[in-house]
Nanobody, 122 residues
């Protein structure tokens, strides 16, 4: 069992930066692929970024490449999402998730945090 809690969301002007954190409980954090997803009002949840168990392999959605960076610290049971050059279209609830398999598919993730709101104003 893994419990996840996100933090770091908030209101930011376009062009600004935010760093999201996701703290995990449990001893098996390092055995999971960790992902970040987001959901805007009226839209489906979409993949943002993922990082494999050891942290050596990362994936980012085309819409955030070059602006967002996922990382993890297995000693601290924490995964991060550094978000730079924020745009209004980045607005949404951001969720972290733990799982295995296909990193882009929400169905591959077994555990989810409650989410943190990110709002980017123009």
């Amino acid at each position: 069992q893994v419990q996840l809690v996100e933090s770091g969301g908030g209101l930011m002007q376009a062009g600004g930066s935010l760093r999201l954190s996701c703290a995990a409980s449990g001893r098996t954090f390092s055995s999971y692929t960790m992902g970040w997803f987001r959901q805007a009002p009226g839209k489906e949840r979409e993949f943002v970024a993922a990082i494999r168990k050891s942290g050596g392999l990362t994936f980012h959605a085309d819409s955030v490449k070059g602006r967002f960076t996922i990382s993890r610290d297995n000693a601290k049971n924490t995964v991060y999402l550094q978000m730079n050059s924020l745009k209004p279209e980045d607005t949404g609830v951001y969720y972290c998730a733990a799982g295995s398999g296909t990193y882009k598919s929400p169905a591959s993730y077994d555990y989810w945090g409650p989410g943190t709101q990110v709002t980017v104003s123009s």
